[in-house]
């Protein structure tokens, strides 16, 4: 391998979990190895353009080997940055590997690697983590911070059903986002540092109503961002950009609502996919981008429960690859179900990604965010459809 290392650090200080988040804001591409006193060789996760795409850890490869080192408590990494050539075997989105990761951790079903006992090597506990993932962001560009807030533990950040249009930046802290429901409320999201608060879309129409409440989880030090100065950046970008920027924020809204719906036992999430047949089939490769001109479809997960809705599409909104965020979507997480009237017209992914490739730092990471949290709340609203047919079928 002829690249150098960039990155190093212990497990004990930063996680798989983590370490895969950080990687993925910096879009990298390289080997992480991961060793450990308690295993016999060291662990291999090949990452191309912040995506895990093959794994290796003793007899293990593919998305099994990830999943098992996952229960590296104990141990070294070190990021080595280079091509990866490497067949890509492993097609979950970066957050849904984090997700089940951790679920399988916290099941029993991931060995955790301890200190020997009685001279043998055993696996330790594992220990049980929040039920929402942490989201974190990458380092914070201060040069666009303009204001910093302090907030207590428990304070409410935001108010859903409120007007606002700044946008913050967590500095040091973690903030929780909940939804209210007919059954109460729903957690969502927990963000920490270097995440973001607040809408994009509001840089583009000017008034924006929040549609969920923040909370702070222990104390939590925001920073405002410059709005005006992010607003003048995304004027400058090409009306099919900005059009795709406002779809984005509104398809994470309509995830959120549907993961209500589901959360909420509504009776019609069958009605979304009526009548509507399979444009984009779940798994398969698809290198177009679509936007919708007339008619509606519906993002559809396939579980082994059956099919999930995820999120309702109408004119305006777009669909398929997108080369430069992972949505953990369409295509190889989700199916793109379509009405008969529907109507498209193509979009140039490439241009839109040399477009996103030249904004700032701080908006390619607050779009890239907004990619992350539409990934997770899928996985959130899927995993509740699975408890309550799991729930009905007894």
Known sequence: MSGSVVFAGKLSFLNLGELLQLLGTTSGSGVVQISSEFAPQPGVIYIDKGNPINAASGSKSGLDALFSLFGWKDGQFEFIQDTVTCEKVITKSRMEIILDGLRLLDEGKVEVLGPPQGGAQAAAPAEKSDSLPLIKGPLVDYSYVVDEEGFYDGDEIVHEGNHGNWIWVI???????????????????????????????????????????????????????????????????????????????????????????????????????????????????????????????????????????????EAGDFFGHVPFLDLGQEPYSASVLASKDLKLSALDPNALKGEHENLSSTLQNIIAHLATCISVTTLIATDYYKKASSKASK
Do not use: W
């Open 171 to 313: 500095l040091e802290g973690v903030a929780e986002i909940v939804k209210e429901t007919p059954n109460g409320k729903l957690k969502l999201l927990r963000i920490g540092d270097g995440a973001f608060l607040g809408s994009v879309a509001s840089l583009l129409k000017g008034d924006n109503v929040r549609s969920a409440t923040v909370h702070a989880k222990g104390n939590v030090q925001l920073g405002m961002l410059d709005a005006q100065l992010m607003t003048s950046e995304l004027a400058n970008c090409s009306a099919e950009y900005r059009e795709f920027v406002r779809a984005l924020d509104e398809r994470l809204k309509r995830v959120t609502g549907m993961a209500v719906e589901i959360y909420s036992d509504s009776k019609n999430l069958a009605g979304h996919m009526q009548g509507k047949k399979t444009l984009i089939k779940q798994g398969r490769d698809e290198n177009r981008l679509f936007q919708i001109r007339s008619g509606e479809a519906c993002v559809a997960r396939e579980t082994e429960m059956g099919m999930v809705p995820i999120s309702r599409l």
